[in-house]
């Protein structure tokens, strides 16, 4: 069973650091495009920043120049840097991943648990 897990999540102060991980539990034909969302009380999910299994990035105006992307593939892992963390920032943060198993012929859409982001004096 495929499963996304997560970890990293926690309280900061404003203008602090995280990193958020997220590992593919098992082995699988491929993984596609990896990506980070989040979503707060009352509110839709929404993209926060995603990237291709060559490294192409992309990321929400509102996060730009603060945090960053990567992935290792021989890991199965995306992470998040998240620096010069907000308030605004404070949300619970999913990852998300296209991944295609072995033996089927289609990519599947995966997310994670979900973990809590706060940020807050």
């Known amino acids: 069973q495929v499963q996304l897990v997560e970890s990293g999540g926690g309280l900061v102060q404003p203008g602090g650091s995280l990193r958020l991980s997220c590992v593919v539990s098992?082995?699988?034909?491929?993984?596609?495009?990896m990506g980070w969302y989040r979503q707060t009380p009352g509110k839709e999910r929404e993209l926060v920043a995603r990237i291709t299994n060559g490294g192409t990035s992309y990321y929400a105006d509102s996060v730009k120049g603060r945090f960053t992307i990567s992935r290792d593939n021989a890991k199965r892992t995306v992470y998040l840097q998240m620096n010069s963390l907000e308030p605004e920032d404070t949300a619970v943060y999913y990852c998300?991943?296209?991944?295609?198993?072995?033996?089927?012929?289609?990519?599947?859409?995966?997310w994670g648990q979900g973990t809590q982001v706060t940020v807050s004096s």
């Open positions: 998300n991943a296209g991944i295609r198993r072995y033996f089927y012929d289609t990519e599947e859409d995966y």
């Open positions: 098992i082995w699988v034909s491929s993984i596609n495009l």
